[in-house]
């Protein structure tokens, strides 16, 4: 919540923490382990607005996050942008963005919105809550990029009750 908070304080419309921060602490608590951050990790916070997609921006907003909380390892980028980076087309929104990412796991942000948590899922929360492990219609043509990202991600090792669909 506090993560959350300091996120929703920077009001920035379609912005919210993403990927592992969430995705590994609803996988810490399905395996009954207490919240742990995992070293070298990050707090992705993705948002999107194509009226400055500058990467100063994003600067700008993450050295704001660190001073109101030094103690996370932010992560800030407009998605307006990333669309480029990732080789997608663009991203009509942080839901289109999120759609393109690796794992349907991973695919989930949250924000507070009007004091309550609002989730974004655009592949829904199954796989996440059931512990499953499968690309993204997006990723499922990167076989060697996503196999890649799950040797070094040593998930398995952490979370032993995970169900890998698409072995590597």
Not at 30 to 49: E, K, M, N, T, Y
Not at 106 to 117: H, M, S
């Amino acid at each position: 919540m506090r993560l959350l908070t300091a996120v929703a304080a920077l009001n920035i419309k379609d912005c919210w923490i993403g990927a592992g921060t969430i995705r590994n602490a609803i996988w810490d608590q399905l395996h009954g382990f207490p919240a742990r951050p995992i070293p070298g990790s990050d707090v992705d916070v993705v948002f999107h607005d194509p009226s400055d997609v500058s990467p100063a921006r994003d600067l700008e907003l993450q050295r704001r996050l660190f001073a109101d909380m030094p103690d996370a390892a932010w992560e800030v980028h407009n998605q307006a942008r990333m669309w480029s980076t990732n080789g997608d087309p663009p991203y009509g929104n942080t839901a289109d963005a999120l759609r393109c990412w690796p794992e349907t796991a991973t695919a989930i942000a949250a924000r507070l919105e009007d004091g309550c948590v609002e989730i974004l899922a655009p592949h829904g929360l199954q796989d996440l809550l059931g512990l499953i492990v499968r690309p993204t219609p997006a990723f499922a043509a990167r076989r060697e990029e996503y196999c890649a990202r799950q040797a070094a991600k040593k998930w398995c090792e952490r979370w032993p009750k995970l169900r890998f669909i698409t072995p590597c």
